[in-house]
């Protein structure tokens, strides 16, 4: 526990759910945390949590799709504990759901801005402090498993989770030299709230579209697997086993190994056809670039 005593996290959505989980998870690890989250009741709950079991805790209502929103954070979290060492970008929502053609614009924004645009302002505002200060930091990313192959019907949801795992790959090279850890936490089903994310829709996402059969079907068969899903202490627990061991990918549904193995086995085959084609037998040998290097 040495290496959290007396740092700083900072989790979105913390809330509840798994937020909430891995506060108390790292609050018991000796660490301050910070609480960031768009819901006030909740969030007033939450911060009472902690400080009864003692850990030092600041709550800010804020809406992590607001730039402006992340930058009084910072400032708030660094007034009340000075460095902050670890930022979980953890707040998301089910978002628009349903297929193509009944997937609306607004339902697209909302679960773009919050799911994807929340975790590039977050790494925006908190990677800079974290590299000024050179102190051991982590940069955990939450995703999903909708995130490591695509899920029917569930367009804006599994772009952005997509876009959330590439981006914790991109940064886990970048910032590599600069004493920071980044994750990706990718669950399968959780006994949370996700299910009723619509609670925490902003007005300026309004629709005026009816919700069509197939979103009350995806959405029956939701909310009975995250009802059936597996406790948030068991993945606060992981995900700190996972910090202390500098794990990338954090998984915490051994049995979904299947839907990687699937992908990696069908892109595998994909590349072997491409090596076998007469079109590229010219390109063979192309130079690999990494940018890493
Ligand atoms: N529960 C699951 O089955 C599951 C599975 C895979 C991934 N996840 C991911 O886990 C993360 C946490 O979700 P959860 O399951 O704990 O759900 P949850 O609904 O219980 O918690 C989400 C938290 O995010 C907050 N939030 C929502 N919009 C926000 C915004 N704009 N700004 C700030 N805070 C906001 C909510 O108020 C809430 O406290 C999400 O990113 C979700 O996509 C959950």
Do not use: C
């Amino acid at each position: 526990m040495q290496e959290f005593d007396g740092k700083t996290a900072v989790i979105s959505g913390g809330a509840e759910g798994i937020g909430l989980n891995l506060a108390r998870t790292l609050g018991a690890a000796g660490m301050n945390i910070v609480l960031a989250d768009i819901e006030a009741a909740p969030l007033a709950a939450a911060e009472k949590v902690l400080q009864e079991a003692g850990i030092p805790v600041l709550a800010v209502e804020m809406d992590v799709a607001l730039f402006e929103d992340w930058q009084r954070t910072a400032q708030a979290a660094t007034e009340r504990f000075g460095a902050v060492h670890a930022l979980v970008n953890n707040a998301g929502v089910s978002g628009g759901i349903g297929a193509i053609e009944t997937l609306d614009d607004p339902g697209w924004r909302w679960t773009i801005d919050v799911n994807l645009m929340g975790v590039v302002y977050g790494a925006n505002v908190f990677v800079p402090l974290m590299k000024r200060h050179g102190e051991q930091s982590w940069l955990i990313n939450v995703a999903s498993m909708a995130g490591m192959a695509g899920a029917p019907l569930g367009g804006a949801y599994t772009a952005t989770k997509a876009a959330v795992v590439a981006l914790a790959e991109a940064w886990f090279e970048e910032l590599k030299g600069e004493n920071i850890q980044v994750s990706v936490l990718a669950p399968a089903f959780v006994k949370t709230r996700i299910h009723q994310s619509y609670r925490n829709r902003q007005p300026r996402y309004a629709t005026d579209v009816a919700p069509t059969p197939d979103v009350f079907k995806i959405a029956k068969v939701t909310t009975e697997a995250v009802n059936n899903g597996i406790d948030v202490e068991i993945v606060g627990k992981r995900v700190v086993e996972a910090m202390k061991a500098g794990e990338l990918y954090i998984f915490t549904h051994p049995s979904y190994r299947v839907v990687t193995d699937h992908r990696s086995a069908v892109i595998a085959d994909a590349f072997d056809k491409a090596t076998a084609s007469p079109e590229l037998q010219g390109v063979l040998n192309e130079k690999l670039i990494s940018f890493a290097d």
